[in-house]
């Protein structure tokens, strides 16, 4: 599999010469960390056949069985302090689309802020994690995504049927070694752009992110407030108006969108 990702990235890419490629792992994420705690590199690609303990965001497990999706994580070690990086899972978001639309033609929306959907369904999500110094500079940060690809409905588990896709059940290309490349690509293009030019990547970001315009729950622990979504700040936070016409600009959470995932 590694060969034939490789056959795809150009010679111009460096992140091709520090890409490694797992059969099963835990969590190609918990490995990221692992690794760029002992010194990995910028641009250490991992990418796993399987992942046994595939992690999302908000505590949830990422369903990641043998040979059906990708699942990659990317170790990067960006020069600035955390606070000019709240934008980052926006960034790897729109750079995904990118990736996932050059192979399949079709270009996938993100639902805030880290779900990647195709058809009003789930095909796959980003985590995010930095690890950060006491002076506030980032010491390293580990992007995974994963992405749905062979699956068909009954490979997923009952509870994601309604609710989860893949390139396949879309009827699209669901070639991953090429969309492999194709991520590390976009993501290699991303490294370069992230931190000066953070504007434009953000207005790539409005455009692909479906939350906006909509009809929205934001979820907590202690109550659930009905809204909807103006835009997305510079930090990537979601831009809340409620009924009572007060803002907000949610920064963490859940917001279910009107009409997904069975948010009625
Ligand atoms: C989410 O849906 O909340 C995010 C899912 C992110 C899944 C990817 S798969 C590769 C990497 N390793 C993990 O354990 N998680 C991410």
């Given at each position: 599999m590694k060969e034939q990702i490789l056959s795809h990235i150009t010679a111009a890419c460096p992140f091709r010469d520090t890409l490694h490629w797992y059969s099963t792992v835990d969590s190609t994420n918990t490995l990221g960390k692992q690794l760029a705690q002992q010194g990995a590199p910028h641009g250490t690609v991992l990418i796993a056949g399987q992942q046994t303990g595939g992690r999302g965001r908000m505590g949830r497990s990422f369903h990641s069985p043998q040979g059906h999706g990708i699942y990659y994580s990317l170790i990067l070690r960006p020069d600035?302090?955390?606070e000019e990086l709240m934008h980052l899972t926006c960034a790897v978001g729109t750079a995904v689309c990118d990736a996932v639309e050059a192979v399949t033609g079709r270009r996938p929306g993100v639902k805030w802020i880290n779900d990647l959907v195709l058809g009003k369904k789930k095909l796959g999500g980003i985590l995010t994690e930095l690890s950060v110094a006491p002076s506030g500079d980032v010491a390293y940060a580990v992007v995974g995504i994963g992405i749905n690809c062979t699956h068909s409905g009954t490979d997923f588990p009952p509870e994601l049927e309604t609710v989860a896709?893949?390139?396949?059940?879309?009827?699209l290309c669901a070639d991953k070694a090429k969309l492999c490349a194709a991520m590390?690509?976009?993501?290699?293009?991303?490294?370069?752009?992230?931190?000066p030019q953070k504007h434009a990547i953000m207005e790539r970001y409005r455009k692909d992110c479906i939350t906006v315009g909509q009809d929205i729950a934001v979820l907590r622990s202690e109550e659930t407030r009905y809204g909807?979504?103006?835009s997305v700040e510079s930090d990537g936070s979601l831009l809340v108006e409620y009924a009572d016409g007060t803002r907000e600009a949610v920064s963490s959470g859940e917001v279910s969108v009107r009409g997904m995932y069975g948010y009625v």
């Open positions: 600035c302090k955390a896709t893949s390139l396949s059940m879309e009827g590390t690509e976009a993501l290699y293009k991303l490294s370069r752009e992230l931190l909807r979504a103006v």
